[in-house]
């Protein structure tokens, strides 16, 4: 951290009403690569996050009552200092986090992006006119900000999965507090940072970190002046949360788990095809929610993808995120390296063959190889978990209907991908995939233009594109009579 060019950018408080709050006790942030110290941040509970909701609650008022245009232009001076400070904002997430600098600075332009993009559609939120019952009645439809907005945030994309939260409610008219993963509360605390200097009014942004997860999630997902709770994580924490926000009614959007199918056609480009899998899979270490879990391969062309896809998965460079060349650090503890060792010794011990990888790395108890599978089938343990780590099982399949049903037996629905040149099969099998998004010959679909949402229990809502607004906003409807006097 002695390498940023803003040391400011560095804060160990939590962010409420515009002001940085110390407690008496703290807990560490360490770097997952090297088990280094990275800062010592207070730790807030229960009190500071009811103080940020009360600060919420009273921004909401002159917040939602500016205009769209008056939002958008301190959303946009967001952005601007967010990109002006990518290079520190990307150190302070590789350092506390561990994917490699050039994908973690990638992800400050993909945070920011919501930022920027949701400043300009929060000037397109319209209403409606609806033809009434009788001549002497008018009906309107109008969209107003749902409320206080309240938010807990992974530590995969400890900077992305906040803006695009934040950048919808802001844009809307709401206010917001999140608590971010105390893994990773450093990039979140950055933001704040940058939203005061921004002239976000006090009160808009708060960011709470805390170990108190149970304690800190009551409040979120409970208190009354909460309009709006919206999460992105596991499934099973996802159903409690869901739970917690039903005792007030609470208007709720959830991102949860994934089991995504990558299914590679005879016909594909092979080549094509190894690329793409290799961004899906192995960003982030795989732990991403929409990065591949299952590849499927048509039988014709398996020995050629397997081969091709173990040389590229040979030549990844494993260290150190901060260091040059780096393609894949670290996970985000030992316990993680534990439960994907866990699964990939089951899944072989079940009849699947180890090709690469299976174990740690001389780098350090937070890594794990680069590890591919194959004779997987579906019945294996690895084939049925969210498998959150550099772990790649093949699957053979032998036709179209085979795969799809393959693909779609799970209880998950977010990403899903697929590639063929043969254009009636483009649109069988997107339709036929039982999941939120599709990539069609692309392995990275996700972008603040484009809806990022699942089915089934992989949750509900959208965030990004037009439709990212919606969540935040209550429509109301006006019926005007008595027109004809």
């Given at each position: ?15 409420i009403?515009g ?10 942030v360490?770097?997952?690569?090297t088990?280094?110290?990275?800062a ?7 009190a500071e996050?009811?103080?940020a ?9 002159s917040?939602?009552?500016k ?22 904002l ?11 600098l ?6 400050i ?35 107003q ?5 309240a ?20 844009a809307?008219?709401?206010t ?11 990039s979140?605390?950055a ?5 005061e ?11 709470v ?15 009354p ?8 994580g596991?499934?099973p924490v996802?159903?409690?949360l ?9 208007k ?13 056609f ?12 290799m961004?899906?899979?192995y ?6 929610c ?6 499927f ?9 397997t081969?091709?896809?173990?040389q590229?998965v040979?030549a ?8 040059a060349?780096?393609s ?9 390296v534990?439960d994907v060792d866990?699964l ?5 011990k079940?009849?699947?063959t180890?090709?690469?990888?299976g174990s740690?790395h ?6 794990y ?13 690895i ?9 790649s099982?093949?699957i053979?399949?032998?036709?179209e ?12 629905g977010?990403?899903?991908y697929?590639?063929?040149r ?56 006006l ?7």
């Amino acid at each position: 951290m002695q390498q940023l060019q803003d040391k400011h950018l560095l804060k160990p408080f939590s962010y409420i009403n515009g002001s940085w709050h110390s407690s008496e006790s703290s807990f560490l942030v360490t770097n997952p690569a090297t088990g280094e110290e990275v800062a010592k941040v207070s730790d807030a509970g229960v009190a500071e996050t009811e103080l940020a909701v009360k600060a919420a609650k009273d921004a909401l008022k002159s917040w939602s009552s500016k205009s769209a245009n008056e939002r958008a232009t301190l959303m946009r001076n967001w952005f601007n200092l967010m990109m002006e400070h990518q290079d520190d904002l990307g150190r302070i997430l590789t350092v506390e986090q561990g994917k490699p600098l050039a994908e973690a600075k990638g992800e400050i332009a993909y945070g920011a992006a919501f930022i920027e993009w949701f400043a300009e559609e929060g000037k397109r939120v319209y209403g409606d006119t609806i033809p009434g019952p009788s001549g002497d009645k008018r009906i309107v439809v109008i969209k107003q900000p749902v409320g206080v907005v309240a938010s807990i945030t992974p530590w995969n994309f400890p900077n992305a999965m906040i803006a695009r939260k934040a950048a919808a409610a802001l844009a809307a008219g709401c206010t917001f507090v999140v608590r971010p993963a105390t893994q990773t509360p450093l990039s979140a605390l950055a933001m704040a940072e940058l939203a005061e200097r921004a002239g976000i009014p006090a009160g808009v942004f708060n960011v709470v970190v805390g170990m108190d997860a149970r304690g800190i999630g009551k409040v979120l997902t409970q208190h009354p002046d909460i309009a709006k709770f919206t999460f992105t994580g596991s499934t099973p924490v996802g159903k409690l949360l869901i739970e917690q926000c039903a005792t007030t009614v609470k208007k709720v959007s959830m991102e949860l788990g994934g089991n995504a199918p990558f299914i590679v056609f005879d016909d594909a480009d092979i080549d094509a095809a190894v690329q793409g899998a290799m961004a899906s899979k192995y960003r982030n270490a795989g732990q991403t929610c929409v990065c591949t879990n299952r590849i499927f391969v048509q039988q014709g062309v398996l020995a050629e993808f397997t081969e091709k896809f173990s040389q590229a998965v040979a030549a990844l460079q494993i260290g150190n995120g901060l260091d040059a060349g780096v393609s894949i650090g670290p996970m985000i503890s030992s316990s993680a390296v534990a439960d994907v060792d866990k699964l990939v010794t089951a899944t072989i011990k079940a009849g699947a063959t180890l090709v690469a990888g299976g174990s740690g790395h001389s780098q350090g108890e937070n890594y794990y190889q680069p590890t591919i599978l194959t004779n997987v089938t579906t019945d294996m343990p690895i084939a049925s978990n969210e498998i959150f780590g550099p772990v790649s099982p093949i699957i053979a399949f032998s036709d179209e209907s085979e795969v799809l049903a393959m693909a779609n037996d799970t209880e998950y629905g977010l990403a899903a991908y697929f590639y063929t040149r043969d254009i009636g099969r483009v649109w069988r099998v997107a339709e036929g995939l039982e999941f939120g998004m599709v990539g069609i010959n692309e392995g990275i679909i996700s972008n603040a233009a484009a809806p990022f949402g699942g089915v089934k229990q992989s949750g509900n809502g959208r965030e990004g594109s037009k439709y990212g607004l919606d969540d935040y906003m209550e429509i109301k409807y006006l019926c005007m009579g008595g027109l004809d006097k």
